[in-house]
């Protein structure tokens, strides 16, 4: 599954697609608990990759 994150003065917008969604799904009922291993690694990622932007940004108006 893949996020597309775009950002529009200072907030962010989640793409998600309709596809990725039904794969999503299916796969939660045939496997329930690795479902839910996959959406918490997507979260896991998308919240790394903000806190990742967020520091940069302090960074450089600090710098």
Known sequence: ???VK???DGAMKIVVRVGDVVGL???FEEAPGLGML???EHMRRAVAETLEHVIKAEMEIFL
């Open 38 to 40: 996959e959406v918490v």
């Open 1 to 3: 599954m893949e996020i």
């Open 25 to 27: 799904v299916k796969r």
């Open 6 to 8: 775009k950002a529009y």
